[in-house]
């Protein structure tokens, strides 16, 4: 791992080399190396993550001063969410300098998302702690916030059925609706099944432990075949 490179990378030159190291260190390389002198990342990830919350926080709050709550609360969801903080990480190379075990380095979809997101999490949490807040917001301003443009106009902060209904009502002139297809499971522990309809016709279907996480489900699933995503 070169510590200098990514230094550059990110333009941060760190005081303390070690919480670098340890932002970048996985539980599973703990276990493969147990003399590792560096702790894993997770106590940096839970700081970063109340740091990257404020710092897109006051960002919003600064760039849109008439900006309605509700929505300033959408931005910042599409903006911290695991998959956009996978992209980022990934558009920062991060990977190349994480320490993970042989398993992990292998590790694909929502695992793999999770660990680069979460180094992410945790480098946030490094920098606020060797440079404090204004240089963690600086960082943030300047790796995660130049994606906002591409958020706000795609129309990616909303959520999925809110999308879905913007979407179908302008090229459709319906509004989609939910229909309940099948439970089944015990009733302590049910699984429903939700079919989202545009007029009479199902257009996809979605599964979940109650009818508000099919119908979310099937909004998703709706979007992807229509050619759109989500950031939920």
Do not use: C
């Amino acid at each position: 791992m070169n510590q200098a490179a990514l230094e550059s990378k990110i333009s941060v030159k760190f005081k303390n080399k070690d919480l670098l190291l340890e932002a970048l260190t996985h539980r599973s390389y703990l276990n493969e190396n147990p003399s590792w002198r560096i702790s894993h990342n997770e106590r940096l990830e839970f700081l970063g993550d109340a740091v990257l919350e404020l710092a897109v926080t006051r960002y919003l709050f600064e760039r849109y001063p008439e900006g309605e709550e509700g929505k300033l609360t959408l931005f910042r969801a599409a903006l911290v969410n695991t998959k956009m903080l996978f992209k980022v990480a990934g558009d920062l190379g991060l990977q190349k300098h994480l320490l993970v075990s042989k398993g992990e380095a292998e590790a694909s979809g929502k695992a793999a998302e999770t660990i680069l997101a979460d180094a992410f999490e945790a480098l946030v949490g490094a920098i606020y702690l060797d440079q404090g807040y204004e240089t963690a917001f600086n960082f943030i301003k300047k790796i995660l916030l130049p994606y906002l443009p591409e958020i706000e106009k795609s129309g990616l902060y909303k959520d999925s059925k809110s999308l879905l209904q913007e979407i179908v009502q302008s090229d459709y002139r319906v509004t989609p609706t939910y229909r309940v297809l099948e439970e089944f499971g015990p009733d302590h522990e049910k699984t429903f099944r939700v079919g989202v309809y545009f007029g009479d016709e199902l257009k996809a279907k979605g599964t979940g432990a109650s009818k508000q996480e099919a119908e979310i489900e099937a909004a998703k699933e709706s979007l992807r075949l229509l050619g759109y995503s989500s950031q939920e």
